[in-house]
Structure formats: structure tokens, C-alpha cells
């Protein structure tokens, strides 16, 4: 049985802008967190992230620009 594609597109954690998986990764704008992977659109989102991602992980965080 064939897994599912992942989609192309994801949203930044961050700020909730839509995020390609591959040009991220070659920016170098992913992290890694308990074992799942993160894009971001920009340096200053990865940046807070990785300072804090427990509070971008929030189920009550609410993404904004």
C-alpha cells in the first residue's frame, strides 16, 4: 500500500503563511521538533520557533503576521 504524498505547500507555524516544503528546506528554514519537521517562510519565524516552540505549538496560538 502507497502512503500519501505530503502536500507541496504548509503552513509556518508562526505566522500561518503557506510555505513551500522544498524551497524552505533549501533556505535552510526548517526545523526539527519531537520528531516532525517545521517550514518557515522567513529567518525571523524559524528563529522564534526554535526559541520557543511549545507556544507556536499551542493548539490555543493563533498565527499572525
Do not use: I, W
Not at 22 to 45: I, K, M, N, P, W
Request: one cysteine or more; charged letters at 25%.
Amino acid at each position: 500500500m502507497n502512503e500519501p504524498a505530503m502536500p507541496a505547500t504548509v503552513k509556518d507555524p508562526v505566522c500561518g503563511m503557506d510555505v513551500n516544503r522544498d524551497v524552505a528546506t533549501a533556505l535552510g528554514l526548517r526545523s526539527e521538533h519531537d520528531g516532525q519537521s517545521y517550514f518557515f517562510c522567513a529567518r525571523g519565524c524559524k528563529l522564534s520557533f526554535d526559541e520557543h516552540p511549545s507556544k507556536y505549538l499551542d493548539p490555543g496560538h493563533v498565527p499572525s503576521m
